[in-house]
């Protein structure tokens, strides 16, 4: 069953303590463990925030997984360390320990709607194109008057090409493939190190929220991150140092 979104009016409250013997972890990467840059290729983790990253995988016996939009390749770049547990382009793409998954995709649909949207801004603004194999992002932050207008062409060319849009944070994405968060946290939990384990879904933005869904409907917890905003999440952390001090306070009160 969906859970009902509710507006974001003071109600959410801070997360319980994160318990590496008890919960299982699943992290937004842009907006959650590291702040937002206006290129998404300037974002960066700091030290302190990676050195917390790596003992709660140590902690947890390895139950920590990224869930991100970028691609699994771009996340061990941010990260500076491979994590066992990361799901990338919104989970079409799966690593689990040595292995590492892809759906299938059309290429020759996303080679169109390349296409199609660069003809469509060849003249003035026009959005920063990101090629990820199986999704394409269309990043407007350097011009956010771009927003209606790209949703319209975005839309119209996932309609022309087979493709679906998902919407986030000054992006809109066309994807070539089925597949969210909450099936790559559905695919983690099944297995060890997560199986038994009580799912946290961390995360800042919309593009989280079916990850925050699939974690509650199993008991877990979810938490939003930043900015108050009608979401499913019941709480919340106010930036990427509260989501480190948070996951650091649980590790300092581990037996």
Same mark, same amino acid.
């Given at each position: ?6 507006l ?6 801070a997360?319980?303590?994160? @318990?590496?013997l008890?919960?299982?972890?699943? =992290? ?10 206006s ?7 700091? *030290? ?10 140590? *902690?947890s ?17 941010i990260?500076r360390?491979r =994590?066992?547990?990361?799901a ?9 320990? *040595?292995v590492t /998954?892809?759906?299938?995709? @059309?290429?020759?649909a ?8 660069q ?9 920063r ?5 199986a ?16 949703r319209?062409?975005a ?7 087979? =493709?679906?849009t ?11 493939? *089925? ?11 099944s ?8 799912p ?10 079916a990850?925050?869904e699939?974690?509650q409907? /199993? ?9 108050r ?5 019941a ?8 989501v ?7 590790l300092?009160?581990a037996?």
């Amino acid at each position: 069953m969906r859970a009902e979104p509710r507006l974001e009016s003071g109600e959410l409250s801070a997360p319980p303590p994160f @318990n590496p013997l008890r919960h299982a972890l699943f =992290l937004d990467l842009d907006g959650t463990l590291a702040p937002i840059a206006s290129d998404p290729a300037a974002v960066t983790l700091d *030290a302190d925030a990676r050195d917390v990253i790596m003992r709660a995988t140590s *902690a947890s016996g390895g139950a920590v997984a990224i869930l991100t939009g970028r691609t699994v390749a771009d996340a061990d770049r941010i990260l500076r360390m491979r =994590l066992p547990h990361i799901a990338g382009t919104h989970g079409l793409e799966l690593r689990a320990g *040595a292995v590492t /998954t892809s759906a299938g995709y @059309n290429a020759a649909a996303l080679r169109a709607a390349i296409r199609d949207v660069q003809a469509h801004f060849s003249r003035g603004a026009a959005p920063r194109l990101e090629d990820k194999g199986a999704s394409i992002a269309l990043h407007y932050r350097h011009a956010p008057d771009l927003e209606a207008p790209l949703r319209n062409v975005a839309q119209r060319t996932a309609a022309r090409r087979g =493709l679906r849009t998902l919407e986030g944070k000054m992006v809109i994405e066309l994807l070539a493939a *089925a597949g969210t968060k909450a099936d790559a946290l559905r695919a983690f939990m099944s297995a060890p190190p997560f199986t038994g384990r009580t799912p946290v879904a961390i995360g800042d933005d919309v593009t989280d929220e079916a990850a925050f869904e699939a974690a509650q409907s /199993t008991g877990g917890v979810a938490v939003l991150v930043g900015e108050r905003r009608q979401t499913t999440a019941a709480h919340h952390l106010a930036d990427p140092s509260a989501v480190i001090a948070w996951i650091a306070a649980g590790l300092e009160r581990a037996p």
